[in-house]
């Protein structure tokens, strides 16, 4: 069980982060919420999970350091506000470049320098970010999605390998697929880079890379996170955990 552990999970209002809230708020952590939405969405969130919300912009370092302050010291750590953005290199706008960065990378920089003097000195945490297949391997017109998560599992790493004796795990957990806004967002502009209808984007370009031919579930997700959390899991750390259908073992 989880109880008494607090955790604080970025971008948690929608999809994957969600989906991991939930779970670990049904194994007994109580829960901070973080990502934008509407304001009764949010509230009902924060009754049925007993939990409480800090609405900052991760994109720059000033909101990164008030969610810290106001989330307070977090035993669990979940890294996973994100964004995408699809277009070829030549025309890829600049500031969606530094977005990009700035959500996917930097922020998880500036929380876990903010989070880890509390968990070293309780001697017990968890960092987990949410990385991608895209860590691993790369598909064409996503540089700085690609870019970004190939930096947060060599960030990952090496807060792992510092704070290996101090009771404190840093892993990331990389999913294929999994059927959230975030994707729907990018069927559009994948269906103009390619020249592709709808259809054949979903099963010709998304599913194609996954043997399993099917989206990975958000909950699927969250009981990983739980594991890694887990006593059991003291000695993971490090690792970049695949969740993605078989996608990178091909
Ligand atoms: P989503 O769009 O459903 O959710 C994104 C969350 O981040 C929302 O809660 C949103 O409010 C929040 N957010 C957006 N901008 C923010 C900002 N500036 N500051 C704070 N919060 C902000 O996306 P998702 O698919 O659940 O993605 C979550 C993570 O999983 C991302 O890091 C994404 O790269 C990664 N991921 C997703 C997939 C997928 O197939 N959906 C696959 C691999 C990895």
């Not at 810290?68 to 890829?92: R, Y």
């Not at 017990?124 to 996503?142: D, L, M, V």
């Not at 259809?199 to 909950?219: G, M, R, W, Y």
Request: a negative charge; one cysteine or more.
């Amino acid at each position: 069980s989880l109880s008494g552990k607090r955790a604080l999970v970025t971008g948690s209002t929608s999809g994957i982060g969600l989906a991991i809230a939930r779970a670990l708020s049904a194994e007994g952590a109580q829960v901070v919420l973080n990502g934008f939405g509407d304001e009764a969405e949010i509230a009902a969130l924060c009754e049925e999970l007993g939990a409480t919300h800090v609405g900052a912009d991760l994109m720059t370092q000033e909101g990164c350091e008030r969610l810290m302050e106001e989330a307070g010291a977090v035993d669990i750590l979940i890294n996973n506000a994100g964004m995408q953005f699809v277009s070829p290199i030549e025309d890829f706008p600049v500031d969606k470049w530094s977005a990009i960065i700035a959500l996917n990378l930097t922020a998880a920089f500036h929380t876990t320098r903010l989070a880890v003097p509390a968990m070293k000195e309780k001697g017990w945490g968890r960092i987990i970010n949410t990385a991608s297949a895209h860590s691993k391997t790369a598909s064409p017109f996503k540089s700085a999605y690609n870019a970004s998560k190939h930096g947060i599992d060599g960030f990952t790493k090496t807060v792992a390998l510092e704070l290996a004796q101090t009771g404190v795990t840093a892993n990331c957990i990389s999913p294929g697929y999994v059927w959230t806004p975030l994707i729907e967002g990018q069927i559009p502009d994948t269906m103009k880079a390619r020249g592709l209808s709808e259809k054949e984007v979903i099963n010709d370009v998304l599913l194609a890379k996954q043997p399993t031919k099917k989206f990975v579930q958000p909950a699927e997700i969250g009981a990983l996170a739980v594991f890694l959390c887990r006593e059991e899991a003291g000695n993971v750390t490090g690792a970049n955990w695949s969740i993605d259908g078989g996608w990178t073992a091909g």
